[in-house]
């Protein structure tokens, strides 16, 4: 096994190993991890990242169901939007993407490049999002209201990304769980991973449908991320994944910016 192969195996590890530390923001390093380290084609890589987020957030959720921390009539309204736009996405859009889209000057803009680059904005959004760490708590005994509209737009347009990026989007989904349906911030955290669990995994469908899945690795792969959610979850009594939160941002900033060198200058 070649050195960037343990990476690449560490790198699971350390994907659930964020999400059970802060709750969110691992799964931006799965395509990274996926595509650099292990040498997978970035659709492949995206397809696979939909099961292993959707799979190691479902543990998430599964935890937080049992404390009673997940809005179930919430998660339902954003998540069929979502899900619809994510398997569609996966089953219909990326397939019907050409494989060269265009010519700037003598580059040739291929379909790979452009999924990575779009990856790389998301992951920088996702820093800032991080970085800023908001505190947009609502109070615990406030009145859920829902904009249906808006509610439905946006799991639309997060479903659409997660589609194409393969990231679970919980940096778009618990301001909008916030902001939209006026859920406590620990209630947001907590319906988000349940409606990245159903999403992505449904999305994952239709890549089942189009592709050759490599299952012996993925599911090693994914064992590992939930190894790592558990390790997380046991360290979360040790230390204070909020204060985490904003490094990681950071560290997600510059891997955006590696992944637009790299694919742009290298």
């Known amino acids: 096994?070649?050195?960037t192969e343990i990476f690449g195996y560490v790198g699971a590890l350390l994907i659930g190993l964020v999400l059970g530390l802060i709750g969110g923001g691992g799964s931006i390093l799965t395509v990274p991890i996926l595509v650099y380290a292990l040498s997978l084609n970035p659709v492949i890589a995206t397809a696979y990242s939909l099961f292993i987020v959707g799979t190691t957030s479902l543990v998430?959720?599964?935890?937080?169901m049992k404390k009673g921390m997940v809005d179930f009539k919430t998660a339902i309204i954003f998540a069929i939007p979502a899900f619809i736009a994510v398997y569609l996405t996966r089953a219909f859009l990326i397939p019907a993407i050409p494989e060269e889209?265009?010519?700037?000057g003598d580059f040739v803009v291929t379909k790979n490049l452009a999924i990575m680059l779009f990856f790389a904005v998301i992951m920088l959004l996702a820093s800032l999002s991080m970085i800023r760490n908001k505190n947009n708590e609502t109070d615990?005994?406030?009145v859920i209201t829902y904009n249906y509209p808006l509610i439905i737009i946006e799991g639309l347009v997060v479903g659409t990304i997660t589609g194409i990026v393969g990231a679970?989007?919980?940096f778009l989904i618990i301001p909008a769980l916030v902001l939209l349906a006026k859920l406590p911030m620990k209630k947001a955290v907590a319906t988000s991973l349940f409606i990245i669990a159903i999403k992505s995994l449904i999305g994952f469908l239709g890549d089942v449908q189009t592709h050759y899945i490599d299952w012996s690795f993925l599911l090693s792969f994914t064992a590992l991320s939930v190894l790592g959610i558990f390790i997380g979850i046991w360290l979360n009594q040790f230390i204070d994944g909020k204060k985490l939160k904003k490094a990681f941002g950071w560290f997600v900033l510059?891997?955006?910016?590696?992944?637009?060198y790299k694919e742009l200058i290298v």
């Open 1 to 3: 096994m070649e050195i």
């Open 168 to 170: 679970g989007g919980g």
């Open 60 to 64: 998430g959720a599964v935890r937080n």
């Open 101 to 104: 889209l265009f010519l700037v």
């Open 254 to 260: 510059l891997m955006g910016i590696y992944i637009i």
């Open 140 to 142: 615990e005994n406030a």
